[in-house]
């Protein structure tokens, strides 16, 4: 697969000699992994330096026995993107016969400038402007179309600045991980998952609106890497008014890893109110409740490798 060049972004091999690549960045930049999720490897860099530090970190990561045990095809490429400021919001849709629904538009409120991009809370209705989220809408139908999608899930996110919505992403699937409990649709509030199971086997009920009134989730951010030794304030924080469910999905004893090594987050907080500013609030206020007690990680080897860990990776 050649390199491929279009304006602001271009792909590479990790085999590249990196002055060859140099001039071609436009900086700010992003560089992202093309075949990791959820942000990890994903590293801003504002100059030359940076981004030879970056594209090393990021090397060390999918070169780790932990990536390299997935098989993925292509993990030695890399994408290079200019960085677009903005604020960044994320759209969910469904495509039915070609045209594309749309289910929410999520705010994102939290700045993600990086230099890495960890996702934190999901907020929706949007408090864009009409006029700018029927721009998101818009770009968001294009976007799918010069895709060639036409039935099924749609998750697309955006950045959003005074010039209009930019892509970054569009992908034939739902929200990830538990964030789709954030939805609910019709009188009988049914999940997202019951709206695209009616959907894909043409039963009726896949056309419910969502339920009325504002609805987020935070992902709760990983602070530090180390051993999760102990969560408390779990309680308090359920009892924040707004605040619906916590589901903390890490376990106690294991290690974490914070990004740009990381893809797992510490848990979910999920609120509801009858404003988009009541439930971030609420998200807010239960995670400053929340403590989770990390401890250093000791160096030991891998038991394959006999490899020490590199700073931030797993063993």
Request: aromatic content about 6%; some cysteine.
């Amino acid at each position: 697969m050649p390199d491929f060049l279009f304006r602001d972004f271009f792909s590479f091999r990790l085999d590249k000699r990196l002055e060859k690549i140099l001039p071609r960045v436009q900086f700010p930049c992003v560089i992202k992994p093309l075949r990791l999720a959820a942000s990890q490897g994903v590293i801003r860099a504002n100059t030359p330096e940076e981004f030879q530090a970056a594209v090393g970190r990021i090397q060390a990561l999918v070169e780790s026995p932990e990536i390299q045990v997935t098989h993925e095809a292509e993990l030695d490429r890399l994408l290079v993107e200019r960085y677009v400021p903005g604020d960044e919001v994320a759209v969910e849709g469904l495509m039915a016969r070609g045209k594309l629904r749309i289910l929410a538009i999520f705010d994102k409120p939290d700045p993600l400038e990086g230099p890495y991009f960890e996702e934190t809370i999901y907020v929706t209705p949007s408090r864009l402007s009409e006029e700018m989220q029927e721009r998101v809408m818009d770009c968001a139908a294009s976007t799918v179309r010069a895709l060639g999608l036409t039935h099924g899930p749609v998750h697309a996110e955006f950045r959003v600045n005074e010039n209009g919505p930019w892509v970054l992403e569009a992908s034939p699937r739902p929200i990830g991980g538990l964030c789709s409990r954030a939805l609910r649709f019709g009188p009988q509030r049914a999940l997202l998952e019951e709206l695209l199971v009616r959907h894909a086997l043409g039963i009726p009920g896949s056309d419910l609106d969502r339920e009325d009134g504002a609805s987020g989730v935070m992902m709760i951010p990983v602070p530090k890497t180390g051993v999760l030794q102990r969560v408390e304030g779990e309680t308090e924080a359920r009892a924040t008014s707004g605040v619906e469910d916590i589901q903390i999905t890490a376990r106690l004893h294991d290690l974490i890893a914070a990004w740009p090594e990381g893809s797992s987050y510490l848990g979910f907080i999920f609120a509801r109110g009858n404003l988009p500013a009541e439930v971030e609030a609420a998200l807010r206020l239960a995670h400053s409740i929340l403590k989770f007690e990390i401890a250093e990680r000791l160096p030991v080897e891998h038991p394959v490798t006999g490899a020490l860990p590199a700073a931030g990776t797993s063993i």
